[in-house]
């Protein structure tokens, strides 16, 4: 018989050796994980006793938990259906709903399967989305028990945190009607409250908060149940959230009439015992770990998020002035001293976070919500003689647009003083960021602006002056102004070309000048009304400067002059401009900019019906077609006028000043110039003058042809 074909030698046994010992490391639970790289950033380690009690809080989960896995055929099936609601296509909402039913009778009894399966947990998540509140419990119920393992797997965390963002509604649905929301059909079924759920889940996680709080997965899902259990907004106002990684993916899908409540952006009422949970939830994640290795917490990826939401709900949901006091909450834990004097210990801490790209969002939460006696002592310890120097930094720069956020008027003054000299090295390093929290926070305090407007007119300056398309960084505005601008320093002639987000923040300080009426919003008004055409066509395709041009065309500071002046540019390119997804939104905006100015509105509308064939072939020209009401245009122009005439009107119109106007005032000394409407009216009075006499004139010359003699026929003999 042939021999077993077999590998011999000592560096195949070692192979089968380590190979040996990875599966029996992968068999492991995984446990906890290194921090070694973010904690050197801190240089902080924990102590003996902190590592002892962290390790103490590992969960105990069992070595053989195992829910099963779907077979292909399961597979491919719940594929195809995560798909089918991905599309959506279906004919009406009975189908949809009919086609839900199903797919959860089809999922009973698996979903613990489908939540770990890398290709279906989709397929839950979107369930989650779309079912019903009866539904949610009974998925919800279906995880008790199992939520331990689920926050800690790459797939599964997933569904735990859908599970708890959609279920949270049902709560506060419950406490308003008072009735029992999602109650079983079977009468011999154990109603359960939506309360009660999260309150399982709660407990189910509470002995493992010292470990799950920096795990890769389960620091998630943990987020989203404290923020929960908070009565927070579940969906943010701003970008920025503590609740998702940016590199989150959506999975998002439209919501049916089945789904009788929404998240919303709004705080929620929760019941007491939730506020009960979550304090404990933060005493129990911070309790028996050390001072020291809570503060390395502040630079650990994942430890930082959570570290935040803590400080926040500790700060914002409970009297701040018991969180003060006591010793023992997060916050004095973070900073014992009330004097942040140079070389106390809650002064070292923040001068060690505030330049660290991790530890400075911590600083921005004590900045946000800290107590105001505690803010103010650390304004004037700190800060205030440092904020110049820090505003430079492209980190310590958002602290310190926090601490502006919280100056009063005077402090504010003061702290523009201080950072107007440094505008020009912001502006050359495109810090500005600072700049703009400045002028909106010199709005809300009513503060003076003129002098940042001349610290920002000499950073942007160029042979005319102010210009905005240095401001913008637009690749087309460059070219054209270096020809009429002084030569780039040396620091930047081999600067690295603009980032999309230093065109952004640049756009976005572009738009909160136009917000301040005076001398910061005429800067750009005059700067755009100087451009030419071509460069005026290439702004409004820019999807960042573009919104400059909105906000400035929108602006009620805006001039009748500025917005005909402007909009008139863009004749002859209405159409192209209505098919381009940036340039589509300016047509939007001159609807609002042609108040005042009914004429242009209808000589835009002329332009866009002459390409109405590529509108309607285009879903951005489709848009700029509805929003400017052209099929009552097409069908009904004179109803199209009346409504355009009644909304935009030209009771304000003004004429542009002619060139000569100053020499012809010369001339004429004191002679009075005579408004656009009254020369207007002069216009339409001689015209109807004229008028009047050429039917005069007809009817006389009638009247000549009557009183003459006609001929007289001849006689036939």
């Not at 003129?450 to 398309?469: D, K, Q």
């Not at 106007?661 to 656009?676: F, V, W």
């Amino acid at each position: 018989m042939p021999k077993e074909n077999k590998k011999r030698g000592r560096r195949e046994e070692k192979k089968r050796k380590r190979d040996d010992e990875d599966e029996d490391v992968e068999a492991v639970p995984r446990t906890r994980k290194s921090r070694k790289s973010a904690d050197d950033a801190f240089a902080v380690q924990p102590s003996p006793a902190a590592t002892h009690d962290v390790d103490a809080a590992k969960p105990t989960t069992e070595e053989n938990y195992w829910v099963g896995q779907l077979d292909e055929e399961e597979q491919e099936y719940f594929r195809r259906a995560s798909e089918m609601l991905e599309l959506n296509q279906f004919s009406n909402p009975e189908e949809r709903m009919l086609f839900l039913e199903n797919l959860h009778k089809e999922v009973h009894g698996k979903e613990l399967k489908i939540a770990h399966s890398q290709g279906c947990s989709r397929l839950m998540e979107r369930l989650i989305q779309l079912a019903t509140p009866a539904q949610l419990k009974s998925l919800f119920q279906t995880f008790i028990g199992n939520f331990l393992n689920m926050v800690q797997h790459r797939f599964a965390s997933h569904c735990c945190e859908a599970i708890f963002i959609h279920s949270a509604p049902v709560v506060s649905h419950e406490m308003r009607e008072g009735s029992k929301t999602g109650a079983p059909s079977d009468p011999n079924e154990v109603y359960v409250t939506m309360e009660s759920l999260f309150l399982y889940a709660a407990n189910e996680l509470e002995a493992n908060l010292g470990y799950l709080i920096t795990d890769r997965y389960a620091s998630h899902p943990l987020r989203v149940l404290l923020v929960v259990l908070s009565g927070m907004p579940l969906e943010p106002t701003s970008r920025r959230t503590l609740l998702h990684s940016r590199k989150k993916e959506s999975n998002a899908v439209a919501l049916g009439a089945e789904n009788t409540e929404t998240v919303t952006p709004e705080e929620r009422v929760v019941p007491q015992h939730f506020l009960d949970e979550a304090q404990k939830i933060i005493k129990l994640s911070i309790s028996g770990l050390e001072t020291t290795y809570l503060r390395a917490l502040a630079t650990h990826q994942t430890g930082n998020p959570i570290l935040q939401l803590l400080l926040q709900l500790e700060l914002s949901k409970f009297s701040k002035s018991k969180v003060a006091k006591d010793g023992e909450t997060l916050f004095r834990r973070l900073l014992p001293d009330d004097d942040f004097t140079e070389g106390s210990e809650s002064e070292r801490f923040v001068k060690g976070l505030i330049y660290d790209p991790i530890g400075s969002r911590l600083v921005e939460t004590i900045v946000e919500h800290a107590p105001g006696k505690v803010f103010k002592s650390l304004y004037r310890s700190y800060f205030k003689d440092r904020i110049a120097q820090l505003a430079r930094n492209d980190v310590a720069g958002y602290v310190v647009c926090k601490v502006l956020e919280r100056l009063s008027k005077d402090d504010l003054e003061e702290a523009v003083k201080l950072v107007i000299p440094q505008i020009p090295s912001l502006v050359e390093r495109n810090r500005t960021s600072v700049i703009k929290t400045l002028i909106e926070r010199c709005v809300v305090r009513d503060a003076d602006t003129a002098s940042l407007a001349t610290a920002l007119e000499a950073s942007y300056a160029g042979s005319n002056g102010f210009e905005i398309a240095r401001l913008l960084k637009l690749s087309e505005v460059a070219s054209e102004s270096t020809m009429s601008s002084p030569p780039p320093k040396a620091s930047q002639q081999h600067r690295a070309p603009t980032s999309m987000p230093e065109r952004l923040h640049s756009s976005l300080l572009a738009q909160s000048m136009l917000t301040v009426p005076g001398t910061l919003s005429d800067l750009v008004f005059d700067s755009l009304a100087r451009l030419s055409t071509p460069l005026s066509i290439a702004l409004a395709r820019d999807p960042s400067a573009s919104r400059t041009l909105q906000a400035a065309l929108k602006s009620p500071s805006a001039s009748l002059i500025f917005r005909r002046k402007m909009i008139q540019r863009f004749y002859g390119h209405i159409g192209e401009m209505a098919l381009d997804p940036s340039a589509s939104h300016v047509i939007d905006a001159v609807w609002a900019g042609t108040s005042g100015l009914a004429f242009i509105r209808e000589r835009i509308a002329e332009e866009l019906a002459e390409n109405e064939a590529a509108l309607r072939g285009s879903f951005v020209g489709r848009n700029v077609w509805r929003n400017w009401e052209m099929d009552l245009y097409k069908r009904r122009r004179d109803t199209w006028v009346k409504r355009s005439r009644q909304g935009a009107g030209n009771d304000g119109f003004m004429s542009f000043p002619e060139k000569n106007d100053g020499a012809a005032d010369a001339k004429e000394g004191t002679k009075k110039h005579k408004s656009a409407l009254e020369l207007a009216r002069e216009r339409h009075f001689l015209d109807k003058k004229k008028k009047d006499k050429e039917e005069q004139k007809k009817q006389k010359i009638g009247k000549e042809q009557e009183s003459q003699p006609q001929p007289q026929e001849a006689s036939v003999s």
